[in-house]
Structure formats: structure tokens, C-alpha cells
């Protein structure tokens, strides 16, 4: 069951291309540089479908959320959910939760997956109150600085 259904004052609708370019400012926004993605990842994304889903209040789009399907639609992952800053607080984030959720169990899915940074308490405990829970699996996060273009790689010798 969905423990809340967010704010009813915002709509929910599938993205369209003419999303795009609020979904990259929100993007942007509400995520560290690294953890951003670009028009080539978010706009494929959006033409693939309903797991594509914008938050609307007033006409002016708040936030979004992005899952996919795997497995024949049996697993869906949410990949991320997005709140305008000057919109947060305001149970949008919950209303987009909802929406995946329910869409989720609508369409014969029988798990749903996400993963959030372990500093994101405020998400964790309402990941928690939605039923989720940590699968003892850790992620880890690895980088590896490359040579400016147009330098040579240093020499290992």
C-alpha cells in the first residue's frame, strides 16, 4: 500500500520532448556536478515513455521522476527523483514516489529498486515509510582523474 499520495495541488503527467529543457534545469539543480545527466541520457529517456513522469504545480514544472523496467516489467528502478529547491518541503517528492509506485503495481511489477546516497537521510526515511528497505548491498563510488585533452598521459616508467 502507498502511505501518501503527496500534494494534491500537483499534477502528474508523462514527460514530452517539450520537457526537456526544465528537466535538464532541474537536473542541474538539484544534483552535484557528478551526479548529473546530460540531454543525451534524460531526452531517450523521455521518448522511451510513462516511466518518465513530471510534477506540475501551477503550469510551471517542480520536479521529476525517472524509473526504468527491467526484467519484463517485473523490476522497476527508480533512477531518480528531482524537486525543484524552492518547491521542496511541499510533499511533491512524495506525490512522484507515489506515482512510480502505483504505476509500478499497476502494470504487474513486483519489485521496485532504488538506490540514494547515504548522506540523504531525509529520502531514506521516506523511502522507509514507503515500504523500502536497505538490501545490505554497498555501492561504491570509484573515479579516476584523465589528462587534459590534448596532453600526453603521464609516463609510468
Same mark, same amino acid.
Given at each position: 500500500?502507498? $502511505?501518501?499520495?503527496?500534494? *494534491?495541488? =500537483?499534477?502528474?503527467?508523462? !514527460?514530452?520532448?517539450? +520537457?526537456? $529543457?526544465?528537466?535538464?534545469?532541474? +537536473?542541474?539543480?538539484?544534483?552535484? #556536478?557528478?551526479?548529473?545527466?546530460?540531454?543525451?541520457?534524460?531526452?531517450?529517456?523521455?521518448?522511451?515513455? $510513462?516511466?518518465?513522469?513530471? /510534477?506540475?504545480? !501551477?503550469?510551471?514544472?517542480?520536479? %521529476?521522476?525517472? #524509473?526504468?523496467?527491467?526484467?519484463?516489467?517485473?523490476?522497476?528502478?527508480?533512477?531518480?527523483? #528531482?524537486?525543484? *529547491?524552492?518547491?521542496?518541503?511541499?510533499?511533491?517528492?512524495?506525490?512522484?514516489? !507515489?506515482? =512510480?509506485?502505483?504505476?509500478?503495481?499497476?502494470?504487474? #511489477?513486483?519489485?521496485?529498486?532504488?538506490?540514494?546516497?547515504?548522506?540523504?537521510?531525509? /529520502?531514506?526515511?521516506? %523511502?522507509?515509510?514507503?515500504?523500502? /528497505? $536497505?538490501?545490505?548491498?554497498?555501492?561504491?563510488?570509484?573515479?579516476? *582523474?584523465?589528462?587534459?585533452?590534448?596532453?600526453? *598521459?603521464?609516463?609510468? +616508467?
Amino acid at each position: 500500500t502507498i $502511505p501518501h499520495g503527496g500534494n *494534491p495541488n =500537483v499534477q502528474i503527467r508523462p !514527460a514530452t520532448s517539450v +520537457d526537456i $529543457p526544465e528537466v535538464l534545469r532541474l +537536473d542541474q539543480t538539484c544534483f552535484e #556536478a557528478q551526479w548529473t545527466k546530460g540531454e543525451e541520457i534524460l531526452a531517450p529517456a523521455i521518448a522511451q515513455g $510513462p516511466l518518465f513522469m513530471i /510534477a506540475e504545480q !501551477a503550469e510551471h514544472v517542480v520536479g %521529476y521522476a525517472y #524509473a526504468t523496467s527491467h526484467f519484463g516489467g517485473r523490476l522497476i528502478h527508480l533512477v531518480r527523483i #528531482a524537486v525543484d *529547491p524552492g518547491y521542496q518541503g511541499r510533499q511533491i517528492g512524495i506525490r512522484l514516489l !507515489a506515482a =512510480v509506485t502505483s504505476f509500478a503495481a499497476g502494470h504487474g #511489477a513486483t519489485l521496485i529498486t532504488l538506490n540514494t546516497q547515504a548522506y540523504n537521510t531525509h /529520502a531514506q526515511r521516506i %523511502y522507509r515509510w514507503f515500504g523500502f /528497505a $536497505p538490501t545490505g548491498e554497498c555501492q561504491i563510488v570509484m573515479r579516476r *582523474p584523465l589528462p587534459s585533452a590534448g596532453t600526453e *598521459p603521464a609516463s609510468s +616508467d
